[in-house]
Each structure stands twice: as C-alpha cells, then as structure tokens.
C-alpha cells in the first residue's frame, strides 16, 4: 500500500494522540472495531465483484 509506505512511526503516534483528544480513551477501541469491520467488508465486497 502507498499510504503505509509514506507514513513514518511518528505522523503514526501524531495520529494516535490526536484520535485520543478528540474521542477519548473509552471510544478508540469502539472506534477502531467499526472500522475493521468496514474494511473487512470492503474487501469482501471487492472480492464477490471480480468473481
């Protein structure tokens, strides 16, 4: 993936600390859940179409 391969380990912890201030400790693990989930079907999603 592009975006992996141009994003270092610090705007990586920049991001972390400004997804902690905006939604707080308790919500990221909500958070981050809902997006795996989307991912995943994302995925499957593009794999049912090239079949």
Do not use: W
């Not at 939604?23 to 859940?33: D, S």
């Amino acid at each position: 993936m592009v975006l992996i391969d141009t994003v270092g380990i610090t705007e990586l912890i920049l991001i972390l600390v400004i997804a902690l201030i905006v939604f707080g400790p308790g919500r990221l693990p909500e958070i981050a859940r809902n997006l795996g989930r989307a991912v995943r079907e994302f995925k499957r999603a593009l794999e049912e179409s090239s079949k």
